[in-house]
T-cell receptor, first 112, second 115 residues
Framework: GENVEQHPSTLSVQEGDSAVIKCTYSDSASNYFPWYKQELGKRPQLIID?????GEKKDQRIAVTLNKTAKHFSLHITETQPEDSAVYFC???????????FGKGTRLHILP | DAGVIQSPRHEVTEMGQEVTLRCKPISGHNSLFWYRQTMMRGLELLIY????????DSGMPEDRFSAKMPNASFSTLKIQPSEPRDSAVYFCASIREAGSNEKLFFGSGTQLSVL
């Protein structure tokens, strides 16, 4: 079955700097890669996603890249702000059943 | 729509007791997922249903765990007997249609503490 590895487990960056979180997946049939943000005590919420027919997607300060050959995908946050502090989860999903497997998460700290 | 509704929000029980967690997916969603979240293991997929049918329960830790979905608007996750290592946050989530690659909507979770 699918296995998603996520690094780093913890990341601290200075406010205004960029943050990068990386994930790898094992199942070449995975075709959908969402990213979820979970604030303390809250539920995970989708922030951005990418499909396997696209190499990069951007939404304001957030971007995701996908390398299907290497089975890598990454989340990039630019100009980080205090409200970006949270746990971020990558995930991979395979059709037709949408079995969605998550990485273990990255705790992002934005330092003042 | 009120979103995915889970109950209870918090459950404290003693080892050996039966625990039942409940979930109501968003109306019209036909796929439902149960996840367990711990610091060490992150978000683990326990089981998921499509059109009320269990598709994959390979993530269920052991026979003490069982899940049902008797109809499109209700699912339960039961632990019997419970153990301290079951302490975690249990999330239910739903998606509109399997294979659609759409957003997964999470409930608020149930914080389970087994003493």
């Amino acid at each position: 079955g699918e296995n998603v590895e996520q690094h780093p487990s913890t990341l601290s960056v200075q406010e205004g700097d960029s943050a990068v979180i990386k994930c790898t997946y094992s199942d070449s049939a995975s075709n959908y890669f969402p990213w979820y943000k979970q604030e303390l005590g809250k539920r995970p919420q989708l922030i951005i996603d990418i499909r396997s027919n696209v190499g990069e997607k951007k939404d304001q300060r957030i971007a995701v890249t996908l390398n299907k050959t290497a089975k890598h995908f990454s989340l990039h946050i630019t100009e980080t702000q205090p409200e970006d502090s949270a746990v971020y989860f990558c995930a991979a999903s395979t059709q037709p059943d949408d079995k969605i497997i998550f990485g273990k998460g990255t705790r992002l700290h934005i330092l003042p | 729509d009120a979103g995915v509704i889970q109950s209870p929000r918090h459950e404290v029980t003693e080892m050996g007791q039966e625990v039942t967690l409940r979930c109501k997916p968003i109306s019209g969603h036909n796929s439902l997922f149960w996840y367990r979240q711990t610091m060490m293991r992150g978000l683990e997929l326990l089981i998921y249903f499509n059109n009320n049918v269990p598709i994959d329960d390979s993530g269920m830790p052991e026979d003490r765990f069982s899940a049902k979905m008797p109809n499109a608007s209700f699912s339960t996750l039961k632990i019997q007997p419970s153990e301290p290592r079951d302490s975690a946050v249990y999330f239910c989530a739903s998606i509109r249609e399997a294979g659609s690659n759409e957003k997964l909507f999470f409930g608020s979770g149930t914080q389970l503490s087994v003493l």
